[in-house]
T-cell receptor, first 114, second 116 residues
Framework: DAGVIQSPRHEVTEMGQEVTLRCKPI?????LFWYRQTMMRGLELLIY????????DSGMPEDRFSAKMPNASFSTLKIQPSEPRDSAVYFC????????????FGDGTRLSIL | AQTVTQSQPEMSVQEAETVTLSCTYD???????LFWYKQPPSRQMILVIR??????QNATENRFSVNFQKAAKSFSLKISDSQLGDAAMYFC?????????????FGTGTKLQVIP
């Protein structure tokens, strides 16, 4: 079975550029989560979706960050404009809502903003 | 709000020995799940073990076992016969069991070093 698929695996870009991270959840999973991991702040939940609808976006740092889930098999996290402090590893995870299973994580995107 | 605390930023263990990683949590819920995830240098987040709060029996997965103390809100992970491949960050996590509510709260992690 394919797991959660994230792309790109690495992204290096200059400050001010737009960055788009992509995620394909596991088929049949209807809850999707975006996390950010840094040394300073650990693993932070940015936003999560249930049935393509954003349920909790209280972790989104500021208006420069936006996330969409246009359908059950695809989500994006966009940063515009990007700043050096956005450098982190961004994880996507998915789960079937109501199940007793744990979240399944993608391999993450390492983002470096120069 | 739920919180998860891992009070040991770093731990070390001799290969083949046993080590216990601590985790405490705070919640007013009675029905929830607890998890331990492993994150090796490859940065994948790998589920190690999970525990349902309504089950009194401690979960075990091969060399990994937990000591779940519900009243004390404690959920420690014991790794027996430690191997070099166990070296990683370990995260304790909590999720309440409430219909469609799926938000997970993670601890800050414990970095485990395995000494050959």
């Amino acid at each position: 079975d394919a797991g959660v698929i994230q792309s790109p695996r690495h992204e290096v870009t200059e400050m001010g550029q737009e960055v788009t991270l992509r995620c394909k959840p596991i088929s049949g999973h209807n809850s999707l989560f975006w996390y950010r991991q840094t040394m300073m702040r650990g693993l932070e939940l940015l936003i999560y979706f249930n049935n393509n609808v954003p349920i909790d976006d209280s972790g989104m740092p500021e208006d420069r960050f936006s996330a969409k889930m246009p359908n059950a098999s695809f989500s994006t996290l966009k940063i515009q404009p990007s700043e050096p402090r956005d450098s982190a590893v961004y994880f996507c995870a998915s789960i079937k809502a109501g199940s007793n299973q744990p979240q399944h994580f993608g391999d993450g995107t390492r983002l470096s903003i120069l | 709000a739920q919180t998860v605390t891992q009070s040991q930023p770093e731990m070390s263990v001799q290969e083949a020995e046993t080590v216990t990683l601590s985790c405490t949590y705070d919640t007013s819920e009675s029905d929830y799940y607890l998890f331990w995830y492993k994150q090796p240098p490859s940065r994948q987040m790998i589920l190690v073990i999970r525990q349902e709060a309504y089950k009194q029996q401690n979960a075990t997965e091969n060399r990994f076992s937990v000591n779940f103390q519900k009243a004390a809100k404690s959920f420690s992970l014991k790794i027996s016969d430690s191997q070099l491949g166990d070296a990683a960050m370990y995260f304790c996590a909590y999720r309440r069991n409430s219909g469609g509510y799926q938000k997970v709260t993670f601890g800050t992690g414990t970095k485990l070093q395995v000494i050959p």
